[in-house]
């Protein structure tokens, strides 16, 4: 299972309007999101430089990842988050509303049958040193070998695109405890996405997010929304009421799931001192 920890409100969305949002990584609680392996990158392509004693080259790599990293809201990914824990203090505290909210568990099987094109699950790996990356070695050969201008060589572009999508699944250790899992898209690879962006405007400021028809991927399968639900646990500090979740499930033509809900049995402190 891969445990989704939300609030009501997004809940909603996910089980009475079948959609599943993905919002930008730049903007979520890891201030090193897609930064933090870029960098790696570039620590990585340096050091093998300077062994090499390519000073100019050196110079140049920097300024062209400095370039690259100034440009990152236009690779932005985004992206829904799951863990592999369930019912887990820590992810009721940063992404269930401090208990208050409610996590669904999705069937990753399923979800990895149901992504394809634009969109991947992909696990999260959680490190800042990119030496035996695969990226960093095939970025310091082009660098290395070039006589020209590095900037204008097609295959340096195509690498450094492929490494701004691999950087959404990195991030830094101190976060290795959540064991996360992104669906995730780039917009940038592509031109014509055939997901539609969309924003959410709220007193404070204007979100923008794609959103993923749950019903549309589900059914390519031959299967439905409910098919991916294996279960639903309110939150620890939640004062939702069970019947009236089980009216709701109901009333949304799914009460298959009414059997899947469950209350937490988290600890947590309904009132932090």
Not at 40 to 50: A, Y
Not at 140 to 157: D, F, T
Not at 197 to 202: G, N, R, T
Request: aromatic residues 10%; proline residues 4%; charged residues 25%.
């Amino acid at each position: 299972m891969l445990y989704h920890y939300t609030g009501f409100e997004a809940f909603d969305g996910i089980i009475r309007c079948a959609q599943l949002r993905l919002n930008n990584i730049l903007n979520m609680n890891d201030a090193s999101e897609m930064r933090l392996f870029m960098n790696g990158i570039c620590r990585s392509v340096v050091e093998r430089l300077q062994m090499d004693h390519e000073e100019e080259k050196i110079l140049w790599t920097e300024s062209f990842f400095q370039k690259e990293l100034a440009e990152e809201f236009h690779y932005s990914a985004y992206a829904a988050c799951f863990s592999r824990y369930r019912d887990d203090a820590a992810q009721w505290e940063r992404y269930g509303h401090l208990g208050q909210g409610v996590c669904i568990a999705f069937y990753e099987d399923l979800m990895q049958r149901m992504v394809g094109g634009i969109v991947s699950l992909q696990e999260v790996y959680y490190q800042e040193d990119m030496r035996e990356h695969r990226l960093a070695d095939e970025i310091y050969r082009v660098i290395r070998n070039s006589r020209k201008n590095p900037q204008h060589l097609p295959r340096l572009q195509e690498l450094m695109n492929e490494a701004w999508v691999q950087s959404a699944a990195f991030k830094h250790p101190s976060f290795a405890c959540e064991r996360e899992f992104r669906l995730v898209i780039s917009p940038f690879i592509s031109n014509e996405l055939a997901i539609e962006p969309k924003y959410h405007v709220s007193k404070g400021r204007i979100k923008k997010y794609y959103p993923l028809d749950l019903n549309q991927m589900c059914g390519h399968l031959g299967l439905q929304l409910a098919d991916l639900v294996g279960e639903i646990i309110i939150g620890p500090t939640s004062s939702q009421s069970l019947p009236i979740l089980q009216d709701y499930l109901k009333d949304c033509g799914l009460e298959v799931l009414s059997d899947k809900i469950s209350m937490s049995r988290c600890p947590l402190r309904k009132y932090p001192v």
